[in-house]
């Protein structure tokens, strides 16, 4: 079965880091995209960017760059949401999602149960 | 970067049908993908590009595009399809970056 799986969820105090992981199986992780997709307490879902392990190509959605980094651990087939120093407003879920089909970003398929973040001092 | 845009919400009848719209410049180069989403899950892909339907979704689910608006039409709506629905585009101005729509939330009367 094709299935993606994260981390527990997390309370945390601003300025703190952390680091959120998404791990794959059932399918060959370096083949397909990654994507982390953000969700604040009742709205709507935030693309935050993409990661292609086969490479580690990455993008970020202007809103995130400089605010996240996206990483993958091919050896344990594992992407990664890390923040330096978190802030009230990261309060959230967050999504990794992958794509139906192999080497494209079109649409996605396959969802990870989603992290809750809460940060709070 | 692109934006997508979708009504906040609809309503349907039971049995009825809805068509669900999504507004942006993107629409004109790209295929939307379409995802439905329940209180407290992830959401579930229903629809994506020219003309497919995922394993296990419904026949009832489906999509068209003209020009820079893609809609999501739901021919029967059954309870369970009350859900908020957003639809998803790569950005034409950025390679390999994506973006979601605002979401519509769809009640089933």
């Known amino acids: 079965e094709v299935q993606l799986v994260q981390s527990g969820a997390e309370v945390k105090k601003p300025g703190e880091s952390l680091k959120i992981s998404c791990k794959g199986s059932?399918?060959?992780?370096?083949?397909?995209?990654i994507a982390w997709v953000r969700q604040t307490p009742g709205k709507g879902l935030e693309w935050m960017g993409i990661i292609y392990p086969g490479d580690s190509d990455t993008r970020y959605s202007p809103s995130f760059q400089g605010q996240v980094t996206i990483s993958a651990d091919n050896s344990i087939n594992t992407a990664y949401l890390h923040w330096s120093s978190l802030q009230a407003s990261d309060t959230a879920m967050y999504y990794c999602?992958?794509?139906?089909?192999?080497?494209?970003?079109?649409?996605?398929?396959?969802w990870g149960q989603g992290t809750a973040v809460t940060v709070s001092s | 970067s692109s934006e997508l845009t979708q009504d906040p919400a609809v309503s349907v009848a039971l049995g009825q049908t809805v068509r669900i719209t999504c507004q942006g410049e993107?629409?004109?180069?790209?295929?939307a993908s379409w995802y439905q989403q329940k209180p407290g899950q992830a959401p579930v892909l229903v629809f994506y590009?020219?003309?497919n339907r995922p394993s296990g979704i419904p026949d009832r689910f489906s999509a068209s595009s003209s020009g820079t608006t893609s809609s999501l039409t739901i021919t029967g709506a059954q309870a369970e399809d009350e859900a908020d629905y957003y639809c998803?585009?790569?950005?034409?101005?950025?390679?390999?970056?994506?973006?979601f729509g605002t979401g519509t939330q769809v009640t089933v009367l």
């Open positions: 059932g399918y060959t992780f370096t083949r397909y995209w």
């Open positions: 998803k585009s790569r950005d034409s101005g950025r390679n390999n970056h994506l973006v």
């Open positions: 590009g020219k003309n």
């Open positions: 999602a992958r794509p139906i089909e192999v080497a494209t970003i079109s649409a996605f398929d396959i």
């Open positions: 993107s629409l004109r180069y790209y295929y």
